[in-house]
């Protein structure tokens, strides 16, 4: 053989050789596979499922079985041992945890409770006296003792069934617990006790008015010392008994105020109310400098009329004249403790009544001019707005401040000027309306600007008293609400000197101010004008006086 050949030989034999080893190398093992599948199919049983001690966990074939699909077909799809040897353990893992889903049921909680429970009941003792319990309470306990002792000794109870018996003894012995007869309670008769012996003690036995019967005295403290042997009892007592005790004790100290002498006839029982009250009154009551406070001193004023009243009526040897006039005269130390209340008087408004004021008529034609006021309505309907007004119902001639559709606006025949906020809310509100110069009209509703127009062409009459509450051109338009501070001038205020003024009372003095109406005369039909010109208001119809204590700004 040459060369040649040779080489060629042994170059084919090494094809061989390596063609050889590749096949071995593909070779897969499923022996374990195929064992560990079959034990998973034959493990598998959704009828094992249950809540009962030893059952499988219910859920937990499906997901064996779900592991078994994913897996098996690894049988005809895996490329090599390793890809099958992944699926041996997946299986063989998911397997494990089924055969370890196991439910096991634990009853110790209700063991323990069962036996505490019956322990309880056992060393309890019914009756009526403190730390005994109520009559058929054990009965009802160990009713749900022997309930529960079923459910703990059934092998069948499911975990469930065991807590929900835990939970049904659990309060049954609750309910035992609160049957306990509580300690007693010695705080009324204690408290009578000390009345009954203060009253024996300050008690003289006469014949005069004020004295009691001879020999009553002894009776009474008699029934105090059967108080207190019953306090200081070291048998065993019932609050029944305890209650007894009081009542008697009671009962001996009515006997008593009824041997007591008395005076002339007389009814005390409006007076008696009245000091009531008045206590009330001034307990609430607080002294200060602030609206809703009553002056400093003003509440021991109030409790020396209180105190002067009571001894009246403690005192049984005044007549019916007497108690009367303690009556009146603690009604009118009332009535002066109200009335000092520290407030701030408005002008009410109920929509037929208005202030006019004979001597000042606006300011007419198209001077400058600046109306302010504060105001607080809750009136919806149109002829129940009209704040100021001054003029005549003509075109251009009438000058009216008013609400309209919720919202400030100014009419003057052929025009007007409407804000944007909401004023017509139950809440005080400070209003202004200016006109410039130039006749540019702004609104101005709690120091903002809410509203600017023009009026080129307005003409303000001057033949009309100035009205508060009420249009003078249409005299149907009325106000409901109430009103305070009410301020006119003859210049153009500007927002800043309308922001930096709205809160505070003016002097009066001040430059540009015609009329300046408080409203916080309180009293009469006569509301006087602040400013220098005099411009004194009159009431027509029936407007009244407000106090109020909040809701504006000022304290006087």
Same mark, same amino acid.
């Given at each position: 053989?040459?060369?040649?050949?040779?080489?060629?030989?042994?170059?084919?034999?090494?094809?061989?050789?390596?063609?050889?080893?590749?096949?071995?190398?593909?070779?897969?093992?499923?022996?374990?596979?195929?064992?560990?599948?079959?034990?998973?199919?034959?493990?598998?049983?959704?009828?094992?499922?249950?809540?009962?001690?030893?059952?499988?966990?219910?859920?937990?074939?499906?997901?064996?079985?779900?592991?078994?699909?994913?897996?098996?077909?690894?049988?005809?799809?895996?490329?090599?041992?390793?890809?099958?040897?992944?699926?041996?353990?997946?299986?063989?893992?998911?397997?494990?945890?089924?055969?370890?889903?196991?439910?096991?049921?634990?009853?110790?909680?209700?063991?323990?409770?069962?036996?505490?429970?019956?322990?309880?009941?056992?060393?309890?003792?019914?009756?009526?006296?403190?730390?005994?319990?109520?009559?058929?309470?054990?009965?009802?306990?160990?009713?749900?003792?022997?309930?529960?002792?079923?459910?703990?000794?059934?092998?069948?109870?499911?975990?469930?069934?065991?807590?929900?018996?835990?939970?049904?003894?659990?309060?049954?012995?609750?309910?035992?617990?609160?049957?306990e007869i509580p300690p007693l309670d010695f705080t009324d008769l204690n408290a009578e006790i000390l009345s009954a012996q203060g009253l024996h003690d300050g008690a003289n036995e006469g014949v005069e008015i004020g004295e009691y019967a001879v020999g009553s005295k002894l009776i009474?403290?008699?029934?105090?010392?059967?108080?207190?042997?019953?306090?200081?009892?070291?048998?065993?007592?019932?609050?029944?008994?305890?209650?007894?005790?009081?009542?008697?004790?009671?009962?001996?100290?009515?006997?008593?105020?009824?041997?007591?002498?008395?005076?002339?006839?007389?009814?005390?029982?409006?007076?008696?109310?009245?000091?009531?009250?008045?206590?009330?009154?001034?307990?609430?009551?607080?002294?200060?400098?602030?609206?809703?406070?009553? *002056?400093?001193?003003?509440?021991?004023?109030?409790?020396?009329?209180?105190?002067?009243?009571?001894?009246?009526?403690?005192?049984?040897?005044?007549?019916?004249?007497?108690?009367?006039?303690?009556?009146?005269?603690?009604?009118?130390?009332?009535?002066?403790?109200?009335?000092?209340?520290?407030?701030?008087?408005?002008?009410?408004?109920?929509?037929?009544?208005?202030?006019?004021? %004979?001597?000042?008529?606006?300011?007419?034609?198209?001077?400058?001019?600046?109306?302010?006021?504060?105001?607080?309505?809750?009136?919806?309907?149109?002829?129940?707005?009209?704040?100021?007004?001054?003029?005549?119902?003509?075109?251009?001639?009438?000058?009216?401040?008013?609400?309209?559709?919720?919202?400030?606006?100014?009419?003057?025949?052929?025009?007007?000027?409407?804000?944007?906020?909401?004023?017509?809310?139950?809440?005080?509100?400070?209003?202004?309306?200016?006109?410039?110069?130039?006749?540019?009209?702004?609104?101005?509703?709690?120091?903002?600007?809410?509203?600017?127009?023009?009026? *080129?062409?307005?003409?303000?009459?001057?033949?009309?008293?100035?009205?508060?509450?009420?249009?003078?051109?249409?005299?149907?338009?009325?106000?409901?609400?109430?009103?305070?501070?009410?301020?006119?001038?003859?210049?153009?205020?500007?927002?800043?000197?309308?922001?930096?003024?709205?809160?505070?009372?003016?002097?009066?003095?001040?430059?540009?101010?015609?009329?300046?109406?408080?409203?916080?005369?309180?009293?009469?039909?006569?509301?006087?004008?602040?400013?220098?010109?005099?411009?004194?208001?009159?009431?027509?119809?029936? %407007?009244?006086?407000?106090?109020?204590?909040?809701?504006?700004?000022?304290?006087?």
């Amino acid at each position: 053989m040459t060369i040649k050949k040779l080489c060629c030989f042994i170059l084919m034999l090494l094809m061989v050789t390596y063609s050889c080893n590749d096949d071995d190398l593909n070779i897969i093992n499923y022996t374990e596979f195929d064992s560990v599948l079959f034990e998973a199919k034959n493990a598998s049983d959704i009828s094992k499922e249950g809540e009962s001690n030893g059952d499988i966990i219910i859920g937990s074939t499906s997901i064996l079985e779900a592991v078994i699909t994913e897996y098996e077909t690894y049988r005809s799809t895996a490329i090599n041992q390793g890809t099958i040897d992944i699926a041996t353990k997946k299986i063989r893992d998911a397997l494990d945890t089924y055969q370890s889903s196991i439910v096991i049921i634990d009853g110790t909680s209700l063991a323990s409770t069962i036996t505490s429970a019956q322990s309880l009941h056992d060393n309890a003792v019914e009756g009526v006296y403190p730390g005994e319990y109520e009559s058929g309470s054990k009965a009802t306990l160990q009713t749900a003792i022997d309930q529960a002792q079923i459910v703990a000794d059934d092998t069948a109870s499911t975990q469930a069934q065991i807590n929900s018996a835990l939970t049904d003894l659990l309060m049954a012995v609750n309910t035992f617990e609160d049957a306990e007869i509580p300690p007693l309670d010695f705080t009324d008769l204690n408290a009578e006790i000390l009345s009954a012996q203060g009253l024996h003690d300050g008690a003289n036995e006469g014949v005069e008015i004020g004295e009691y019967a001879v020999g009553s005295k002894l009776i009474l403290q008699a029934a105090i010392d059967t108080a207190k042997a019953v306090v200081d009892s070291s048998s065993n007592l019932s609050q029944a008994e305890v209650d007894s005790a009081l009542l008697d004790l009671q009962s001996a100290v009515a006997d008593f105020d009824q041997g007591r002498i008395g005076g002339p006839d007389r009814d005390i029982t409006q007076l008696i109310s009245t000091i009531a009250s008045a206590q009330v009154l001034h307990d609430d009551a607080i002294e200060g400098t602030d609206l809703g406070n009553y *002056p400093i001193g003003s509440k021991a004023t109030l409790q020396a009329a209180i105190d002067t009243a009571q001894g009246v009526a403690d005192d049984i040897s005044t007549g019916q004249t007497i108690v009367d006039a303690a009556q009146a005269t603690l009604q009118a130390a009332i009535t002066t403790f109200n009335d000092s209340l520290l407030g701030i008087y408005v002008v009410n408004f109920e929509g037929a009544d208005y202030i006019e004021t %004979p001597t000042f008529q606006g300011i007419g034609g198209g001077a400058q001019r600046t109306m302010e006021a504060w105001i607080k309505t809750d009136a919806s309907a149109a002829t129940q707005t009209l704040i100021l007004s001054w003029g005549i119902n003509a075109s251009q001639e009438k000058w009216d401040m008013r609400i309209n559709a919720d919202k400030l606006r100014i009419e003057y025949s052929g025009g007007g000027v409407n804000g944007t906020m909401i004023i017509n809310d139950g809440q005080w509100h400070h209003v202004v309306i200016v006109v410039t110069s130039g006749l540019d009209i702004e609104l101005f509703v709690d120091g903002v600007l809410d509203g600017t127009g023009q009026a *080129p062409n307005i003409n303000t009459s001057i033949v009309n008293n100035f009205n508060i509450g009420r249009s003078t051109g249409q005299t149907d338009r009325h106000f409901v609400g109430q009103i305070s501070d009410v301020r006119i001038w003859n210049v153009a205020r500007t927002a800043s000197e309308i922001a930096d003024n709205k809160d505070n009372r003016l002097t009066g003095s001040e430059t540009g101010l015609v009329g300046y109406w408080k409203l916080n005369d309180g009293s009469g039909t006569i509301v006087s004008d602040s400013g220098s010109l005099n411009h004194t208001g009159n009431f027509v119809g029936s %407007p009244t006086w407000g106090k109020i204590t909040s809701g504006l700004p000022f304290n006087n």
